[in-house]
């Protein structure tokens, strides 16, 4: 019996890592258990997989590139959930795919980056996931769908888009990112 690759994104504040929590308390009152992992380049909240909404808790595995998912111990383990999966490489999304021989995965990230280019974990999530769902939220300047996850920059008290600059990951919040949709995004940069 094979499970499924599942991709769950959404932009900012669109409560991905919210979701993945609910999930994980779920499976846990049905006595199952889970494997939480997130990127070590997720340094927001050290070790933890936290929402804005205040809710949070240790990841069981920080994956850097030198990490072999395919050993993991999944003995008795019920469900993966992935938080901030945009990060990973493409080797450790492979991976992810072979772990669903016996569990099924569940990923969590953003689809695109500042510059609305596919991030590579997302990408190959893209190409391998059985299931894609999106994590709706709304512009913060409209309320149409966001789709765009705008980085600001501040100079002189003004915020000031960036639409181009490093494909190198810029890990922040609110006070770098906010959600919007394609036209409000388009009009301010």
Known sequence: MYFKLYFRYGTMNASKSANLLMIAH????????????KPEIDTRSSN??????GIERDADLLINKSTSLLDLNLHEIHCILVDESQFLSPKHIDELRTLTKSTPVICYGLKTDYRTK???GSQRLLELADSIEEIKTICVVCNKKSIINAKFQVQNDEKNI???GSELPDIGAEEKYQSMCWWCWSIYS
Do not use: A, C, M
Request: hydrophobic content about 40%; cysteine-free.
């Open 26 to 37: 779920n499976y846990e009152t049905q006595g199952k258990k889970v494997l939480i992992l």
């Open 48 to 53: 933890k997989v936290s929402s804005r909404v």
């Open 118 to 120: 596919l991030f590579p």
């Open 162 to 164: 960036i639409i181009d």
